[in-house]
C-alpha cells in the first residue's frame, strides 16, 4: 500500500536556524498537506500542493513540491520558538480512494 | 462556529469495558474521520465517512465500530477494550470528500485514552 517516509524523525536547532523536513514518496502523489501539531495539541493544517514543481511560502515557511510529484520539503528560516512542534506531511497517491496517509512527523526541537 | 468537538478528553478504562468517543461537527462537513496517535507513528486512519449513513474502513479498525446517522456526528465505538489500543485519539472532518484533491481536515482537540 502506499507508504510515506519523513526525515528526519527528530531536529534539534538553535534559535534563528534553518530547519527542514522531508517526505518522500515510492509512488506518485496526487497532492500533498501539511500539518503543524504543538506539544500537547491537535493537527493544524498548513499547505496543500498539488502541482508538479509547486513552491508556496507562507512568511519564513517554503513548501515544494517534487517536478516527480514524489516528494516534498518544508523549510522554516529563522527558527523562533514558536515554532516549536511536529510536522507531519500527508499524502494523497493517484489510485487511492479518501485515506491520507501520513508521515511519522519530524519534532522541531529549539536548543535553549 | 465551534468546529470540531470530541468528549471525552480523557478516559481511562479497564481492559474489556466499551465506551463511545464522541465526535460532533458544525461546518456541514461530508467527510469525517478518526484517527490514532501513537508516540513516532503520525497517525493512523481508524474509519471514515464520506456522508450520512456511509461509512469504511481504515488502516487500523479492528476493535473499532463508528456510524454516521447524521452529517453532524461520527461516533467511535470500542467494544472491548485493550491496553494496545491506548492512544490518542483525534476526529477530524473535512469540507469536501473529492477522490483527487480534498480539503483541509479540521482536527479536534483529540481524547487521551488509557487502558489497564
Given amino acids: 500500500g502506499q507508504q510515506v517516509m519523513?526525515?528526519?524523525?527528530?531536529?534539534?536547532?538553535?534559535?534563528?536556524?534553518?530547519?527542514?523536513?522531508?517526505?518522500?514518496?515510492?509512488?506518485?502523489l496526487s497532492n500533498i498537506q501539511w500539518?503543524?501539531?504543538?506539544p500537547?495539541?491537535?493537527?493544524?493544517?498548513?499547505?496543500?500542493?498539488?502541482?508538479?514543481?509547486?513552491?508556496?511560502?507562507?512568511?519564513?515557511?517554503?513548501?515544494?513540491?517534487?517536478?516527480?510529484?514524489?516528494?516534498?520539503?518544508?523549510?522554516?528560516?529563522?527558527?523562533?520558538?514558536?515554532?516549536?512542534g511536529t510536522y507531519f506531511c500527508a499524502v494523497r497517491g493517484v489510485d487511492s480512494n479518501y485515506q491520507l496517509i501520513w508521515g511519522a512527523?519530524?519534532?522541531?526541537?529549539i536548543k535553549p | 462556529n465551534a468546529g470540531v468537538t470530541q468528549t471525552p478528553k480523557f478516559q481511562v478504562l479497564k481492559t474489556g469495558q466499551s465506551m463511545?468517543?464522541?465526535?460532533a461537527q458544525d461546518m456541514n462537513h461530508e467527510y469525517?474521520?478518526?484517527?490514532?496517535?501513537?508516540?513516532?507513528?503520525?497517525?493512523?486512519?481508524?474509519?471514515?465517512?464520506?456522508?450520512?449513513g456511509i461509512t469504511d474502513q481504515g488502516e487500523v479498525p479492528n476493535g473499532y465500530n463508528v456510524s454516521r446517522s447524521t452529517t453532524e456526528d461520527f461516533p467511535l465505538r470500542l467494544l472491548s477494550a485493550a491496553p494496545s489500543q491506548t492512544s490518542v485519539y483525534f476526529c477530524a472532518s473535512s469540507y469536501q470528500g473529492a477522490r483527487v484533491v480534498a480539503g483541509e481536515l479540521f482536527f479536534g482537540e483529540g481524547s487521551r485514552l488509557t487502558v489497564l
Fill in chain 1, 6 to 28: 519523513q526525515i528526519p524523525q527528530y531536529q534539534h536547532v538553535q534559535e534563528g536556524e534553518d530547519f527542514t523536513t522531508y517526505c518522500n514518496s515510492s509512488t506518485t
Fill in chain 1, 40 to 84: 500537547g495539541g491537535h493537527p493544524v493544517f498548513l499547505i496543500q500542493l498539488v502541482k508538479s514543481g509547486e513552491v508556496k511560502k507562507q512568511k519564513r515557511l517554503t513548501f515544494q513540491f517534487g517536478e516527480a510529484k514524489k516528494n516534498s520539503s518544508l523549510h522554516i528560516t529563522a527558527t523562533q520558538t514558536t515554532d516549536v
Fill in chain 1, 35 to 38: 500539518y503543524k501539531q504543538r
Fill in chain 1, 105 to 109: 512527523g519530524t519534532k522541531l526541537i
Fill in chain 2, 20 to 23: 463511545t468517543l464522541q465526535c
Fill in chain 2, 32 to 52: 469525517m474521520s478518526w484517527y490514532r496517535q501513537d508516540p513516532g507513528m503520525g497517525l493512523r486512519l481508524i474509519h471514515y465517512s464520506v456522508g450520512a
